[in-house]
C-alpha cells in the first residue's frame, strides 16, 4: 500500500461507516416500531418458531444491508480497490 492512497482509504472506510450505521438506525427504528409485539407474542407462544424467525431476520438484515451499501458506493465517486 502506498502512502498516498491511506486518505483515500480512510475517505471510504468513513463513507461506508456513515452510510451502513444510518441504515442500521432505520432499521432498527423500523423492527422496533412494527415487529416488536408480534415478536414478543412470539416470544411467549412458540419459542422455536421466535428462534427461526429471528436468525432468518438477522440474515436477510445483513444480505439487504450489505446490498444496498454495495449499491450506495458504486453510485459515489470513490476509487476503490
Given at each position: 500500500m502506498h502512502q498516498e492512497d491511506l486518505p483515500k482509504?480512510?475517505?471510504?472506510?468513513?463513507?461506508e461507516l456513515v452510510v451502513y450505521g444510518t441504515?442500521?438506525?432505520v432499521y432498527s427504528f423500523v423492527v422496533l416500531r412494527?415487529?416488536?409485539?408480534?415478536?414478543?407474542?412470539?416470544?411467549?407462544?412458540?419459542l422455536l418458531l421466535y428462534a427461526l424467525l429471528s436468525l432468518?431476520?438477522?440474515?436477510a438484515q445483513g444480505a439487504v444491508l450489505d446490498a444496498v451499501?454495495?449499491?450506495l458506493l458504486?453510485?459515489?465517486?470513490?476509487h476503490r480497490q
Amino acid at each position: 500500500m502506498h502512502q498516498e492512497d491511506l486518505p483515500k482509504l480512510i475517505r471510504n472506510f468513513i463513507i461506508e461507516l456513515v452510510v451502513y450505521g444510518t441504515l442500521v438506525f432505520v432499521y432498527s427504528f423500523v423492527v422496533l416500531r412494527w415487529l416488536s409485539d408480534p415478536l414478543y407474542e412470539m416470544f411467549h407462544t412458540n419459542l422455536l418458531l421466535y428462534a427461526l424467525l429471528s436468525l432468518g431476520l438477522i440474515v436477510a438484515q445483513g444480505a439487504v444491508l450489505d446490498a444496498v451499501t454495495s449499491f450506495l458506493l458504486r453510485l459515489l465517486p470513490t476509487h476503490r480497490q
